[in-house]
């Protein structure tokens, strides 16, 4: 099974920055790397996705190192509804996904 | 447009009994995927349907199966119950190609085995 390996947890202030990393160093050529997340009672909720670029949406920025093994999810202005939990995932299309613990993100006002 | 909707939102069983989950997929999406999350963990894969057939297995024993109907709604059932089950269940439905989407989940049928 595809693994990644996040922080157990991780807290930030209130509209500051939350940069969420992620290592991934058995990524083959052709997975993508996702990132999920949930809050709590919820179900997994998309983020973003990339293969080799850095991404950016409107919910999250993702940087993605030149060599794919790690990458870093980016919460530009973090909100106390983005305490959750974070999934970071890699493979391939149509694939399943599997989930590891996760980083739990506290946003403390 | 809307989303995963899951059936029931809570269950309560017995141990040795079957059960039967519903989902009906987010309009336009023809797979569905299953996943059971026990409580402090992250999801695990049970299988995906993908037009009707089942098209990827997680490790899970065959007391758990599924169906997927033409309209791609999905069901999950599990016979034979045991303590060990109760988790929360989650759908996901997607495009056959979920690069440029990625999973829609449903809020999920948290089941209790007792």
């Known amino acids: 099974d595809a693994k990644t390996t996040q922080p157990t947890s991780m807290d930030c202030a209130e509209g500051r920055a939350a940069n969420l990393p992620c290592n991934h160093s058995?990524?083959?050529?052709?997975?993508?790397v996702y990132w999920y997340r949930q809050i709590h009672s919820q179900g997994p909720q998309y983020i973003i996705h990339?293969?080799?670029n850095n991404e950016t949406n409107e919910m999250a920025s993702l940087i993605i190192t030149e060599d794919r093994k790690s990458s870093t999810l980016i919460l530009p202005h973090a909100t106390l509804r983005d305490t959750a939990v974070y999934y970071c995932?890699?493979?391939?299309?149509?694939?399943?996904?599997?989930f590891g613990k996760g980083i739990t993100l506290s946003v403390r006002p | 447009e809307t989303g995963v909707t899951q059936s029931p939102t809570h269950l309560i069983k017995t141990r040795g009994q079957q059960v039967t989950l519903r989902c009906s997929s987010q309009?336009?999406?023809?797979?569905v995927s299953w996943y059971q999350q026990a409580l402090g963990q992250g999801p695990q894969f049970i299988f995906q349907?993908?037009?009707?057939?089942?098209?990827g297995r997680g490790n899970f024993p065959p007391r758990f199966s599924g169906l997927q109907f033409p309209n791609y709604s999905s069901e999950l059932n599990v016979n034979a119950l045991e303590l060990d089950d109760s988790a929360l269940y989650l759908c996901?439905?997607?495009?056959?190609?979920?690069?440029?989407?990625?999973?829609?989940f449903g809020s999920g049928t948290r089941l209790t085995v007792v």
């Open positions: 996901a439905s997607s495009l056959e190609t979920p690069i440029n989407y990625g999973y829609t």
């Open positions: 058995t990524i083959s050529g052709n997975e993508y």
């Open positions: 990339g293969l080799k």
């Open positions: 995932i890699h493979t391939g299309a149509n694939s399943k996904l599997t």
């Open positions: 309009s336009g999406h023809n797979t």
């Open positions: 349907y993908y037009r009707e057939e089942e098209n």
